[in-house]
């Protein structure tokens, strides 16, 4: 059974310092991995999708790297400002769960960025 | 481009009541629908999906029930509310080509008093 996990669960950082956010799951046999942002009380914002042959994905200050053999990805944010501040999770899409391929999510990152 | 509605975002019910959420899908035909809850402080839950008009699998047994019955459209309902169905409901959408991401729509807060 897919198992992801996120570390840490949560993390505060002061405006402008550069952050790695972890993200782990036991299955390699993954279609693809997707970051997403959630504000409080809001739904999920997808931010990156790796597919399982890329290495990385990047969006402005976002940066996701993949590494499907050892089951890791990472989520680098640079400058962070405190707009960023919002849970991220990470989600992966497994090969062996039919044409429905349901995700499977993480625990999630709760991340504050102070001023 | 897709785009994903849902509705209302807040609800409050007492228990016993019934339930409707609806959730539609637009700028892309026979997706991939699901329905997920996320209950306070806790992870997300898939409850149903669907891979076409009247194809409905639920994941975990429970109150509440969910149907497709056009392309791009997807209920969940209940008969009668329980209080422990009070959550964050989220409905999602995703192509059948397994390299798409999700694309979650803005979710339902229901609380059941």
């Known amino acids: 059974k897919q198992e992801v996990t996120q570390i840490p669960a949560a993390l505060s950082v002061p405006e402008g310092e550069n952050l790695v956010l972890n993200c782990s799951f036991t299955?390699?046999?993954?279609?693809?991995l997707q970051w997403f942002r959630q504000d409080p009380g809001k739904g999920l914002t997808s931010l990156l999708l790796i597919q399982s042959s890329q290495r990385e994905q990047t969006s402005g200050r976002l940066n996701a790297s993949l590494d499907k053999s050892s089951g890791r990805s990472t989520l680098y944010i640079a400058a962070s400002q405190p707009g960023d501040s919002a849970t991220y999770l990470c989600?992966?899409?497994?090969?062996?769960?039919?044409?429905?391929?349901?995700?499977?999510f993480g625990t999630g990152t709760r991340l504050q960025v102070t001023l | 481009s897709q785009t994903i509605h849902q509705w209302p975002a807040t609800l409050v019910q007492p228990v016993g009541s019934p339930l409707s959420l609806e959730c539609t899908v637009e700028?892309?035909?026979?997706?991939?629908l699901y329905w997920y809850r996320q209950a306070a402080g806790r992870g997300l839950q898939l409850l149903f999906y669907s891979v076409g008009i009247g194809q409905i699998s639920s994941e975990v047994p429970q109150n509440l029930s969910a149907s497709r019955p056009q392309d791009r459209q997807f209920i969940l309902s209940s008969k009668k509310l329980l209080l422990s169905d009070s959550g964050f409901y989220l409905c999602?959408?995703?192509?059948?080509?397994?390299?798409?991401?999700?694309?979650f729509g803005s979710g339902t807060r229901l609380t059941v008093v």
């Open positions: 999602a959408w995703s192509s059948g080509r397994l390299n798409y991401g999700y694309t």
């Open positions: 989600a992966v899409r497994p090969i062996n769960t039919g044409t429905a391929s349901k995700l499977t």
């Open positions: 700028g892309t035909s026979n997706p991939n």
């Open positions: 299955d390699s046999a993954i279609y693809n």
